[in-house]
């Protein structure tokens, strides 16, 4: 009992900083059957419990295994106002009581609407929600929660590999909602699909690099046909040596889903044998993120545990992590240093002040 208490209380470290969470990932089972219930949507399953063994993904799969599982349940949630505002919403409240105090949550508006997105996603009927009004709802969403929580969320919208058409568009939406949350763009989708030099995606990076809009992608090898500022995963960066120097040289940063890694089989399921061991060891930089909770039945609490456990994590380096996370986020420079000050605070690393 004492080593569990002790166990768990070491692992956490907080507050925390998240960068790498996709909202169609992390939505709440409840709230999933509650709005296929309103809606008269039949679901396989209408207990928690059932529903969740339905979705989550137990053993090491494939990312397109992976990205199937979203089809469980997006087709509930897509197109109907109420529940892309509650997701935003229980999502601040859920990253809150994990202790994190800034998330940057992505999600591709794309996949949420039902109308003006061609093809309309999850077999919708056409209806009058588009991918403008989508953003619009989330930003709602998670500024209530923000108020609610006390914490501070901001999103990035993702543009999806296989839909090179749809990127334009992402990019126009991150402009026009700059000053309500959005900070970035991103690039989401099936890897093997390797469409990340599409003039539609290159075209909407640099029209993001033009305005000023902050970029993330999920390809270590387009970091730099993207200009991105940060690279989701980035694993397989470590096996091209000058690719991986050259972006340790540039403190490019790395946003690491450690559980996410093992069960999309992005990494080898062996834990004590993670990229993330080399990031440390190279003092690269790096946050630890959950990527998809709902999906791997995960919170970000067991990522911190796995890299404790299995990969001599030790609390100093969680430190270094939220620093670095906090130092790499996408919020403008006043807020970020405001952020980092907490963090140094609630760490025990707060210097003289100067008077
Ligand atoms: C999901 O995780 C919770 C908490 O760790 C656990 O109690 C539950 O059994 C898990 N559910 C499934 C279906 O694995
Ligand atoms: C989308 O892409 C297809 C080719 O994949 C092209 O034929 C079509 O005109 C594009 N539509 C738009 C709206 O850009
Ligand atoms: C990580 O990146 C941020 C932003 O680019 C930078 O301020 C910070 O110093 C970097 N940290 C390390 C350890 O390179
Ligand atoms: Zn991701």
Redesign the pocket.
């Known amino acids: 009992m004492a080593l569990i208490l002790l166990f768990s209380i070491i692992c956490l470290s907080h507050p925390q900083i998240e960068l790498h969470v996709h909202l169609d990932g992390a939505i709440r089972v409840q709230t999933i059957l509650d709005v296929a219930r309103r809606r008269g949507i039949s679901l396989p399953a209408d207990t928690v419990?059932e529903m969740?063994?339905i979705i989550?993904v137990?053993k090491p799969a494939s990312l397109t295994e992976f990205l199937g599982k979203f089809a469980e349940y997006m087709h509930v949630v897509a197109g109907d106002r109420e529940a892309i505002k509650r997701i935003a919403y229980e999502f601040v409240e859920d990253k809150a009581k994990e202790g994190v105090i800034y998330v940057e949550v992505r999600y591709s508006p794309h996949f949420l609407a039902n109308t003006q997105v061609d093809p309309i996603p999850w077999n919708q009927e056409e209806g009058d929600i588009s991918p403008d009004e989508v953003v619009h709802l989330v930003n709602e969403g998670l500024k209530e929660g923000e108020r609610a929580f006390n914490i501070k969320a901001r999103s990035i919208l993702c543009c999806m590999r296989h839909k090179p058409n749809w990127s334009m568009e992402v990019v126009e939406l991150c402009k026009k909602y700059h000053q309500e949350g959005v900070v970035a763009i991103d690039l989401a989708g099936d890897e093997s699909l390797n469409s990340e030099a599409c003039p539609g995606h290159r075209k909407a990076y640099e029209e993001a690099v033009r305005c000023g809009i902050h970029r993330t992608v999920h390809a270590g090898e387009a970091v730099e046909v993207l200009k991105a500022e940060r690279v989701g995963h980035g694993y397989r960066t470590l096996e091209d040596q000058g690719l991986y120097k050259k972006l340790l040289a540039q403190n490019m940063h790395f946003e690491v889903c450690p559980i996410s890694s093992k069960l999309t089989g992005a990494c080898d399921p062996d834990f004590t044998k993670h990229p993330v061991i080399t990031f440390r060891k190279d003092k690269a930089n790096y946050s630890l993120n959950t990527d998809d909770p709902l999906i791997f039945?995960s919170t970000l609490h067991?990522d911190y545990c796995t890299a404790q456990k299995y990969m001599g994590f030790t609390e100093e380096e969680f430190k270094r992590v939220n620093i670095n996370s906090a130092q790499s986020c996408f919020l403008p420079d006043k807020e970020k240093k405001d952020l980092l000050n907490k963090l140094y605070e609630a760490y025990g690393m707060v210097q003289s002040t100067a008077f």
Do not use: D, F
């Open positions: 419990e969740t063994q989550i137990q039945n067991l």
